[in-house]
């Protein structure tokens, strides 16, 4: 009986700079913060879909959760699995779901600021352009750039990995929905300084409001400070796998989900957070405040197709 060769080639990944298990359990770790995140609201996604079963909005947030969730599960099973038969077929999967994950999850952040510029046809409209901007540049990217698969290198090594560095064109495509971001971040921000109730308005009190939400109802600062905490949170990620594409796009190739896959799970989690205290009305508030509902300019509607 002739002894069956062994699934893992040692030498033919250490020639690729390509280390599986490092990778495997870096990705465990965020798909185990990215699932307890599921389980801890879905309280809050029960009351989401219950209230707005046929909201267009809501729809976007499940499709979002399911897609990311997919694209979390598939990548971690196509970073450990010895069955190189099976890669083709979950490349696949990755490369769609995460397409959709991306495109659905910028989609939320369109809702809430056409939530803020109801009343704005221009505004909209504009924000509508840059999410589809947003959703061409993720479909471009995840079909011809970094899904790319070596069978003669995945035989030798016994694992699936990717070999596509097209590194120009995975930074044009990153660097997209960070100016999304940013672009959304800015608008909302000036649409809630100019709400706040402030007697004479000097430069240092609207400062105070851009960046503390001062002399803003309660509702509208914590609509202000989501704001910050997930630009401050992504900006962050999205530069370093930009940096690392710019610098390391060869070796970084290898290792294209590991960056990514930080940047696209806390972006979901985070515009999913910031969708469900904003449909939801929660938010914090102190003893000067005063309670209040979000105006009919910030309120989720049903309409999906028009802009007035």
Not at 22 to 34: D, E, K, N, Q, R
Not at 117 to 122: A, G, L, M, V
């Amino acid at each position: 009986m002739t002894a069956s060769p062994s699934p893992l080639n040692s030498s033919s990944l250490s020639s690729l700079h390509y280390d599986p298990t490092i990778v495997g359990y870096v990705l465990s770790g965020i798909l185990g913060a990215f699932v307890w995140d599921v389980f801890s609201n879905i309280g809050y996604d029960y009351e989401l879909l219950w209230r707005w079963p046929v909201e267009v909005p809501a729809a976007t947030y499940l499709i979002s959760r399911i897609s990311t969730l997919i694209f979390s599960i598939v990548t971690l099973v196509f970073v450990v699995t010895t069955d190189t038969a099976s890669c083709a077929r979950l490349v696949t999967t990755e490369k769609w779901s995460v397409a959709v994950a991306i495109s659905t999850t910028s989609l939320l952040f369109f809702w809430r600021v056409r939530a803020v510029y109801k009343d704005n046809r221009i505004v909209c409209g504009f924000f509508f352009l840059a999410w589809l901007a947003v959703a061409c540049a993720s479909v471009l990217h995840t079909q011809f750039s970094v899904f790319v698969l070596d069978l003669e290198q995945i035989q030798q090594a016994g694992r699936c990995f990717t070999t596509g560095s097209y590194s120009t064109f995975i930074i044009a495509s990153t660097l997209v929905p960070m100016v999304n971001d940013l672009l959304i971040f800015c608008a909302i921000t000036y649409r809630l300084m100019a709400m706040a109730e402030v007697d004479n308005p000097t430069p240092k009190k609207r400062l105070m409001v851009a960046l503390f939400g001062k002399y803003l109802p309660a509702f509208s600062r914590t609509l202000l400070q989501d704001g910050q905490a997930y630009f401050l949170t992504l900006v962050p990620i999205y530069t370093f796998s930009m940096v690392c594409y710019a610098l390391y796009p060869h070796t970084i190739s290898r290792y294209t989900v590991v960056v990514a896959f930080p940047a696209i799970a806390f972006a979901n989690l985070m515009a999913c957070k910031i969708y469900r205290k904003t449909r939801l009305g929660i938010h914090t508030a102190s003893e000067t405040d005063s309670l209040v509902k979000p105006s009919r300019a910030m309120a989720f509607v049903r309409s999906a197709t028009s802009f007035t």
